[in-house]
């Protein structure tokens, strides 16, 4: 049990286009889920952090308007790179968690952004 | 706030080996503590659990035991396999919404 779907698995576009990525909790329902970036041989970076139904909090030093993030179900969360660039190729992994803090976050298998 | 630190990879074992891979951490209150492996191109899966001092978590052969005395929660494994190759973060759950991950560190094993 608790399965986290991502997709696309791998993204490669050009500069400017924006880009959605869909993270799905398939046999739960997800109260809080979670964006990270992880950059080649480093941690996770936590991006962002959304309830269903209210507005995301995100992390200091990311941009919400470009980065914009919707929880609009218990099982969907998505996130949209806005006009990507080059410096937005990295490795975007979801997470889902019922419950409370103390709840292990699952984790779909990222998403590889390829922006040329 | 809140920090994780575990050993500096990476570790390069042979295969049968014992594994030892360390984390400590700084948290307030009583956080629940995690281990997570992520092999080459995924996410990162959940390994094991403790949620209070003492617990032992264990899954394939790995544990680990919430020592709130020592404030750690090392990883050990009796005998590593090549499979067991990916990089594991030892992470907490403190009291709010967070989860802290540490840096992870990357475990080869070889033949």
């Known amino acids: 049990g608790a399965v986290v779907s991502q997709h696309p698995s791998r993204v490669i576009c050009k500069s400017g286009t924006s880009v959605k990525i869909e993270c799905r909790s398939l046999?739960?329902?997800?109260?809080?889920m979670f964006w990270y970036r992880q950059f080649p041989k480093q941690s996770l970076m936590l991006m962002a952090t959304s309830n269903e139904g209210s507005k995301a909090t995100y992390e200091q030093g990311v941009e919400k308007d470009k980065f914009l993030i919707n929880h609009a179900s218990l099982t969907l969360s998505t996130l949209t790179v806005t006009s990507a660039h080059p410096e937005d190729s990295s490795f975007y992994i979801c997470s889902a968690r019922s419950g409370t803090a103390n709840q292990p976050q699952h984790f779909g298998d990222g998403t590889r952004l390829s922006i040329l | 706030g809140d920090s994780v630190t575990q050993m500096e990879g990476p570790v390069t074992l042979s295969e049968e080996a014992f594994l030892t891979i360390n984390c400590t951490y700084t948290a307030t209150g009583y956080p629940s503590l995690f281990w997570y492996v992520q092999y080459p191109g995924e996410g990162l899966q959940l390994l094991l659990k403790?949620?209070?001092?003492?617990d032992k978590g264990s899954n394939k052969g790995f544990e680990a035991t919430y020592r709130k005395e020592t404030t750690s929660f090392h990883l050990e494994k009796g005998s590593v396999q090549v499979s067991d190759s990916a990089v594991y973060f030892c992470a907490l759950a403190g009291g709010y919404q967070k989860v802290t991950f540490g840096t992870g560190t990357k475990l080869q094993v070889i033949p």
């Open positions: 403790a949620t209070k001092a003492d």
């Open positions: 046999d739960f329902q997800a109260t809080t």
